[in-house]
């Protein structure tokens, strides 16, 4: 842990120094820390385990004139598991260095973006030595739109995970993706979609093909401002996901089908419900899972820069294997917000959440969420963004517990 401390002080030295150097007015760097406690119910619900974290990342970015612009951005994470030694094996320190460079140019008719990435990440385990492992990512992404007619994009990406204790787990990921929209009616109509194909030499794994098809129309009527509807399926793994890396790893098949539609009431009121219907048939584990969730949520905006929201979420999942994991959820949610544009924002959220488990009575939990954020910009060149949450599980038969977090970053420029 101490090395990637190291690593993480002498980078982001060297990196200050070189900012320092240059010319004023082109620099942008950004530095936050989190930490607290969470459990992975909320990364993937197949399991539970709670865990403390403490996460630091310092980033900078340069514009070079007059297209270009340069990222740098270094983190630094530490997770601690429960202390039950089935747990306890998942404890691991990250290092990361992410580096993009990128272009983009518009134009009244069309605009294009061009990008190349760079990733680094060292994933230590602190008591499963034959878990840690390097990864190294190169990847590109270009899309170009034409307004009013369509939109095409394609980016690929590889990765190199080597595990330094054991060279049996060493694996390579390719993956591209292709993406469109098309417009009609000038942009009142979209048809978008995506094919993303992935290759990892993990014979589990292999070479697998995710799909999306969606349709966004924008109707005007007096009650339905605008109707959308996706269909994806397709593969994947927990540690190969779009949106985030975690400790767990599956392969699963999946799919979704969600209906959304924007219905306003009146010129401060508006009602945005949506059903989703999911399911996920895993390879090797027994987790395999079909349900559906719907959610109807008004917003209310009484004055300019304030708004209000209550929201009804419901969800059923039906475990095949495991009958004690199929529940029914109900969550019930209040926000509130207030945003001076460049000057500050405030928002709170207060959510419920009942648990009832079809099959297990004595797992049914209660959960009550407070969420408070606050974004103050003290001049043009600095800004600061606090984030708190605090979690406390009511429990039918096991010990009542809370987890909390705290996000705090603060962005300069110069």
């Not at 119910?41 to 007059?66: A, S």
């Not at 030694?85 to 998942?90: A, K, T």
């Amino acid at each position: 842990m101490l090395t990637n401390i190291r690593k993480l002080l002498t980078a982001a030295c060297v990196l200050l120094l070189f900012a320092a150097a240059s010319r004023a007015s082109t620099w942008e760097a950004e530095i936050g820390y989190d930490y607290g406690t969470s459990d992975t119910i909320d990364e993937t619900d197949e399991l539970d385990v709670d865990y403390r974290f403490n996460e630091g990342f310092i980033k900078l970015r340069r514009r070079l004139p007059p297209l270009w612009e340069y990222s740098a951005t270094l983190g630094q994470g530490i997770r601690d598991y429960e202390e039950e030694e089935s747990e306890d094996e998942l404890d691991n320190t990250r290092f990361s260095l992410r580096n993009r460079l990128a272009r983009r140019e518009e134009s009244k008719k069309e605009i294009y973006s061009l990008a190349f990435d760079v990733d680094y990440l060292n994933k230590s385990y602190e008591n499963r030595p034959e878990y840690t492992y390097n990864k190294t990512g190169l990847g590109a992404s270009y899309w170009h739109k034409i307004r009013e007619e369509y939109k095409l994009g394609i980016s690929g990406k590889f990765e190199n995970i080597v595990y330094l204790k054991s060279d049996q787990r060493d694996e390579s990921v390719e993956s591209m993706k292709l993406s469109g929209e098309k417009y009609f009616f000038g942009e009142d109509l979209t048809l978008d979609g995506y094919s993303r194909l992935i290759y990892s030499s993990r014979s589990s794994f292999g070479t697998h093909l995710t799909n999306k098809l969606g349709l966004t129309m924008k109707i005007g009527a007096p009650h339905l401002e605008s109707l959308a509807c996706w269909a994806k399926a397709g593969f994947r793994n927990s540690r190969i996901n779009e949106d985030y890396e975690d400790d767990l790893s599956y392969d699963y098949f999946f799919s979704e089908i969600k209906l959304s539609t924007v219905n306003p009431i009146n010129d401060q009121l508006e009602l945005a419900p949506y059903i989703v219907s999911f399911s996920k048939v895993y390879a090797g584990e027994g987790y395999d899972n079909a349900g559906y969730e719907t959610r109807a949520m008004l917003r209310y905006y009484p004055v300019p820069k304030t708004s209000f929201g209550l929201s009804h979420t419901y969800r059923e999942k039906t475990y095949t294997n495991v009958k004690s994991l199929s529940s029914v959820k109900n969550s019930y949610t209040f926000s509130a917000g207030f945003r001076e544009r460049g000057e500050w924002g405030a928002s709170s959220r207060f959510t419920r959440a009942f648990y009832q488990y079809t099959d297990a009575d004595e797992k049914n939990e209660i959960d009550s969420i407070v969420t408070v954020e606050l974004d103050k910009y003290l001049n043009k060149e600095l800004s600061a963004h606090v984030r708190g949450q605090y979690k406390y599980k009511d429990m039918k038969e096991e010990p009542d517990f809370s987890l909390s977090r705290w996000d705090i970053s603060a962005a300069y420029r110069w």
